[in-house]
Structures are given as structure tokens and as C-alpha cells.
């Protein structure tokens, strides 16, 4: 029972132009949603997130756009550069009245390549 | 300035053995996870701790162990390793309450053989 689903495994675009990873969930119960990137051996290192209040949050060249009725987020990089070639995790955190800790619920990835 | 520290960055160990793997934090975190990275799997949650000496199972807590002695530290123990928990194992840190995100270690990955 995946709560969170990124459908598309790969997405492969220009430099300069933009990317954009999808993001499904489940549960209208989650509150709160962050994306992470990560490089081969690394750890995952989080990059924006949004509160269920809002429908937009903006830092930099990154943007993340969350549509509650159709339970949909989405995370827009303009431009797209070569650097930004990783894996991306979309997450969820569930209220659960303080007794969830903090835990999140990751969507399976993304793997973005942004040809030269 | 590494924040969340992994002790191994690879494993190999075989199956049957007992595996420890340990993760030590130096922000005074009250929250530490361990998840498992597998291809189209994404990061599923294996344990987690609120306190030291807490512990709560995730999604997949089967054929695993934790232990939290002290604040700092989470460690995650295989009880007689399978090959089909080769994967790459990540921990993470939090704060408790407001809306920060995980610090990640940069992750073990275990091979069983």
C-alpha cells in the first residue's frame, strides 16, 4: 500500500529548460511535504517542502505546487542545470496529533538527468 | 562538518550473521530513523526512536532490531542476516516538533552473501 507514489522512475531534460517531478499520495491525512535529493553515496539532503495550508512555495530556482483536491505535488526546476542530475524523493509526514514523531512516508524516486 | 555519521560505508557479511550498524548524531536530536533504500522501493521505514531507550517499528520491521542507549546514538541490528536484506541502509536525525526535515547520514550499503 504505497501512501506515496512517483510514477515516473526517470525524467531527462535540457539544460536551462524545466524540470518537473511528479508526486501522488493517498492519505488527507498527511500534513506536510518536503522533497529531498540525492546523489549516488550519498545521504539524501532536503531541498524545499510546503505545508498543507499552502498551494505554492518558491526558493530560488526550485518551486514546489501542492493541489490538495487531487492530492498532487509537484516540484518545478527552472532552469534545469547538470548539477541537479540526482535522484528525488517526495515525502510526506503524517498528523498524527504529536504522537507521529516526525515520521515520513517517501515516494519511490525520481532519477532527473539534465543533458549539457 | 559531517552531522549524521554511518560507521561503514560498505558491508559484506553472510547470511546468518548478526550485523550491526551504527549511526551517531552530534545536533542533540530527540528523533533518529533507519530506513532501507531499494530500487523502485524508494526509502521505507525500518525503526525509529523518540528518546533514548524508545523505540517504534516502521513498515518494515521484520528480521530487524534497534537499540538507543544514549541520545546520540541508533543502532540497527540484523538479527541473522538474509540475502534479501541487501539494500542501502540510511539514517536520519529530527529535531522534535516544528516542520524541519531529516539529516541523513550518507548511508551503509550491505551486501549478504
Known amino acids: 500500500d504505497q501512501q506515496v507514489k512517483q510514477n515516473s522512475p526517470s525524467l531527462s531534460v535540457q539544460e536551462g529548460r524545466i524540470s518537473i517531478l511528479n508526486c501522488d499520495y493517498t492519505n488527507s491525512m498527511f500534513d506536510y511535504f518536503l522533497w529531498y535529493k540525492k546523489y549516488p553515496a550519498e545521504g539524501p539532503t532536503f531541498l524545499i517542502s510546503?505545508?498543507?495550508?499552502?498551494d505554492k512555495n518558491e526558493d530560488g530556482r526550485f518551486t514546489v505546487f501542492l493541489n490538495k483536491s487531487a492530492k498532487h505535488l509537484s516540484l518545478h526546476i527552472v532552469p534545469s542545470q547538470p548539477g541537479d542530475s540526482a535522484v528525488y524523493f517526495c515525502a510526506a509526514r503524517l498528523n498524527a496529533g504529536g504522537t507521529s514523531y516526525g515520521k515520513l512516508t517517501f515516494g519511490q524516486g525520481t532519477i532527473l538527468t539534465v543533458h549539457p | 562538518d559531517v552531522k549524521v555519521t554511518q560507521s561503514s560505508r560498505y558491508l559484506v557479511k553472510r547470511t546468518g550473521e548478526k550485523v550491526f550498524l551504527e549511526c551517531v548524531q552530534d545536533m542533540d536530536h530527540e528523533n533518529m530513523f533507519w530506513y532501507r533504500q531499494d530500487p523502485g522501493l524508494g526509502l521505507r521505514l525500518i525503526y525509529f526512536s523518540y528518546d533514548v531507550k524508545m523505540k517504534e517499528k516502521g513498515d518494515i520491521p521484520e528480521g530487524y532490531s534497534v537499540s538507543r542507549e544514549k541520545k546520540e546514538r541508533f543502532s540497527l541490528i540484523l538479527e541473522s542476516a538474509s540475502t534479501n536484506q541487501t539494500s542501502m541502509y540510511l539514517c536520519?536525525?529530527?529535531?522534535?516538533?516544528?516542520?524541519?526535515?531529516?539529516?541523513f547520514g550518507s548511508g551503509t550499503r550491505l551486501t549478504v552473501v
Open positions: 536520519a536525525s529530527k529535531r522534535s516538533g516544528g516542520h524541519g526535515g531529516y539529516t
Open positions: 510546503i505545508s498543507s495550508i499552502k
